[in-house]
């Protein structure tokens, strides 16, 4: 570390291990807001005294919504894995024809909403009710998750440790799972931890399958009007189950770094030759992206054609488009922003701190968007009230949802960053601002891009927090969608989920054109 | 009350910000977005006041009032079904209605202590698949669904509010033994689906032979392509049976509003004879409650409806919840 002697200049800290202040103080405040809705279900528990809360959360039904959520996690989070990772490694390290679309496509269920494919599922058969076909539909929606952040760790990965493993005399199939998984561990979890997080807040989707978790239950509950208590009784096991899946990722990450130190850029490995398993693969491929966008995008079409209440009233059309690009936007530069000090002390400063800052970011994540939004309301009506219903009040409600998504992203980038040129930088006179500015942040652009492009997503299909936080009068495409097919209106419901569709293209190939320069600093 | 001033000076800020020329209040609205659009411009050219929508489910908009409180923006409260009126009503935020206004529905149809009223209203009815289930099989009681012959036959909705409605109807009518007993038997009996629209799409698609729902989804259905409604038909039980129960749409006027005058004149153009044309005239197939209206064929005629007595305000009180959280259906 001949950097330290190289700058006696400066005060604060140490840049690896050290907490300046300034960055904590970001970082606490995010993870600060990140925490009301927590706060509100734990004030609520607290309230209702422990006889009554004991008796609400020890019973029959808790128990086996205990268990649908338990297997639906892990059926839906383990499933996600094997596709994502299988797609990735068929994408980037195979002879494989016709690449480039087939990563377009493989990342594009991204842009259908959960709730949407599964009322095209329903809307075909009802046989997808239940345990399978609820965790066959969250895969389709969520393997994006995964596949993404893998197939990019793979592009970056330096071929020359697999070599080495090849003239150790290891078999394909031994170095994949000896060299190569290893490396994709931050990138595999990081997905799977995301997919978790969004399949135990996960509802229309559900709701539509039968298939009772925790968060269908609280809307139930809460539906059931005189019962608040226990509707945020049962958010609070759900906060414990989150707590399991980041403790969990945590401990399965483990404390490796896994920047690449060596001199000289990374070549291009070598791709594996399918030869005659290339038409197996192309039929799997085919029939994935059949189940995940083909079904949805159909059904979508068939109402269009088939239902009498089909209109296309352009001017509500456009006004909900440009309302739910606009919010979307702002929501997603606001939230990426608020991600970058979290993940730059999760990576650049670890400590327990900073772990407990990040990992606070998550919670809100798996709580259900009507817990969100009553939390918000009840704190903003107290302390901010000329904020209420306003824009700004709505885009941090979207940041505090959606913030694992920026997160995980920026993390990645940063953890693939070598902390060495800051170093450099800095011996070379540097400050610690211009470091920040002219080396760091170029190379974690596009992570943020990344992050900023899934909250995006989240945003445009997010609707209980919009209907209740937005000024009043506010359609986006969401609330036109569910207020239409709520009247059955099938029909007139279609164009609004189809424009949805098509404006989270973007924002999906953004995602799939991964720059080569992010995997190789 | 310093944040009554507090208030009127955000109102008036909030104004300026909009550009707004005209006065307005603010509707938190639970009843169909499309319905309401089609009724309140009537009212704006009447009045010349602006009608400003937010729109939400019963259930969140209700407790969104709750935990607003008295600094709630609302002027006006509209839902589906009655029970989220009570939940606002049992905080004491609504501001009793005006006599002239309740006097324009049926006295049965409104709460006893005026604190809001109904607009509109929708039957229980049973659906049935024509194709498994002949008439004379049909049930001349909705408590006759717990019976062991129907065991594995019947649909319905038990998390809804809807469903929850029928049950406090049961409950008011036939006491609390029976209504144990009979929950015990449907649950056995039943299968479960979540929302009215999907218990018609079972029933009609023959994986279930009858089924629980409100009237206005078969008839819509119908309107909209019969996808889902060309293999059923619809029964409705008559004689005040707890299943003839018919489920009301409620307004009412929040006491923290500072446009009362405003508001009131709302419902009361909502329940007046303008209103209650203009929701007739929708595609709603909702029942108007104003007697000077009626709805028009093949929509079963409301005063051909033989409902039971119920009074209003107790409808799915907690007592409800806990007896469908004992049998499991919460």
Request: charged share 15%.
């Amino acid at each position: 570390m001949t950097v330290d002697e190289a700058t006696p200049a400066r005060t604060v800290g140490n840049p690896r291990t050290g907490r300046p202040p300034l960055l904590l103080a970001a970082g606490a405040t995010v993870a600060a807001l990140a925490l009301i809705p927590l706060g509100f279900v734990v004030v609520y528990t607290v309230t209702v005294g422990p006889d009554e809360a004991w008796r609400l959360i020890v019973r029959p039904r808790v128990g086996e919504l205990l268990f649908n959520t338990g297997r639906l996690v892990v059926g839906g989070v383990a499933l996600s894995i094997v596709i994502g990772t299988a797609c990735a490694w068929l994408v980037e390290r195979t002879d494989l024809p016709l690449r480039r679309g087939w990563h377009v496509l493989l990342a594009a269920p991204l842009a259908v909403p959960a709730f949407v494919n599964g009322f095209g599922w329903v809307s075909l058969t009802h046989r997808v009710e239940g345990f399978g076909g609820a965790v066959l539909i969250v895969t389709l929606s969520y393997y994006p998750l995964v596949y993404l952040p893998v197939a990019a760790a793979l592009r970056g990965l330096d071929p020359a440790l697999e070599e080495a493993a090849y003239t150790l005399n290891h078999s394909a199939w031994g170095t994949f799972l000896r060299v190569v998984v290893p490396q994709l561990r931050p990138a595999i979890l990081g997905g799977a931890l995301l997919v978790g997080l969004h399949l135990l807040a996960e509802f229309g989707a559900l709701q539509l399958l039968r298939f009772p978790t925790f968060t269908t239950a609280i809307y139930d509950q809460y539906r059931s009007s005189f019962n608040g208590p226990a509707a945020n009784m049962l958010a609070s096991v759900l906060v414990l189950c989150c707590l399991v899946l980041l403790l969990g990722e945590l401990r399965l990450r483990g404390h490796r770094r896994y920047a690449r130190t060596g001199r000289g850029v990374a070549r291009t490995a070598p791709r594996h030759r399918l030869r005659a398993l290339t038409g197996v693969a192309l039929a799997g491929l085919s029939t994935l992206v059949v189940l995940a966008l083909g079904v949805p995008i159909g059904s979508l079409i068939h109402w269009l054609v088939v239902g009498s209440s089909t209109e296309f009233p352009l001017g509500e059309l456009a006004t909900a488009a440009a309302t739910s690009v606009g919010v979307g936007v702002a929501a997603a530069l606001l939230t990426t922003l608020l991600a970058v000090p979290v993940a730059w002390l999760a990576v650049r400063h670890r400590s327990r701190a900073s772990t407990l800052v990040e990992r606070s970011t998550y919670v809100a994540n798996s709580l259900p968007g009507i817990v969100v939004a009553l939390a918000l309301i009840t704190v903003s009506i107290r302390i901010v009230r000329p904020a209420y219903q306003t824009f700004a009040l709505l885009l941090l409600a979207y940041a505090i949802m959606f913030l694992p998504r920026a997160v995980v992203s920026v993390r990645a980038a940063l953890e693939q960053a070598p902390p060495r040129l800051d170093e450099v930088s800095r011996s070379l006179g540097a400050g610690p601002l211009t470091t920040a500015r002219r080396v760091t942040l170029p190379l974690i652009l596009p992570g943020m891009g990344t992050g900023a492009a899934l909250v995006f997503l989240a945003v445009v299909t997010e609707l209980t927090a919009t209907l209740l936080l937005a000024p009043i009068e506010t359609s986006t495409l969401a609330t036109e969608f569910w207020s239409a097919s709520a009247a059955l209106a099938y029909g007139a419901a279609a164009p609004y989920a189809l424009l949805m569709v098509l404006l989270s293209m973007p924002a999906t190939f953004l995602l799939a054109r991964h720059p080569r320069r992010l995997m190789t600093p | 009350m310093g944040d009554c001033a507090d208030r009127g000076g955000g109102v008036g800020a909030e104004r300026v910000q909009r550009g707004d020329s005209g006065p307005y209040i603010t509707v938190y609205n639970a009843q169909h977005e499309e319905l309401i659009e089609e009724i309140a411009p009537g009212f704006t050219e009447e009045t010349g006041i602006d009608v400003k929508l937010r729109n939400g489910d019963d259930f969140e908009l209700a407790n969104q009032l709750v935990q607003e409180g008295d600094a709630s923006p609302a002027d006006v409260f509209l839902t589906e079904n009655s029970p989220a009126m009570s939940l606002v009503d049992s905080r004491g935020l609504f501001e009793p209605l005006d006599q002239r206004t309740l006097a324009q529905v049926p006295e049965q149809f409104s709460p006893r202590n005026g604190h809001w009223m109904g607009f509109a209203a929708r039957s229980t009815v049973l659906i049935y698949n024509t194709a498994n289930v002949s008439e004379d099989e049909l049930p001349e009681s909705i408590l006759d669904l717990a019976e062991p012959q129907w065991a594995g036959r019947v649909a319905f909705s038990p998390s809804g509010a809807d469903f929850q409605a029928i049950v406090s109807a049961v409950l008011d009518l036939e006491g609390e033994a029976a209504t144990a007993a009979w929950l015990e038997g449907l649950a056995a009996n039943g299968e479960v689906y979540d929302g009215n629209n999907v218990v018609m799409e079972a029933v009609d698609a023959g994986e279930v032979d009858v089924g629980v729902i409100y009237h206005y989804y078969w008839y819509r259905d119908q309107q909209e392509a019969g996808e889902n409604s060309s293999n059923s038909a619809l029964y409705f039980f008559d004689d005040q049976d707890p299943g003839a129960f018919v489920s009301v749409s409620g307004a009412g006027v929040l006491a923290s509003s500072q446009k009362q005058d405003d508001a009131e004149r709302f419902v009361r153009y909502l329940s007046g004879v303008e209103g209650q044309q203009a929701l007739a005239d929708s595609y709603a197939l909702e029942y108007p409650l104003n007697p000077q209206v009626a709805l028009d064929p093949p929509v079963k005629p409301f005063n051909e409806l033989e409902p039971p007595r119920v009074e209003i305000s107790g409808l799915n009180g907690p007592k409800v919840i806990e007896l469908m959280q004992d049998v499991g259906l919460l």
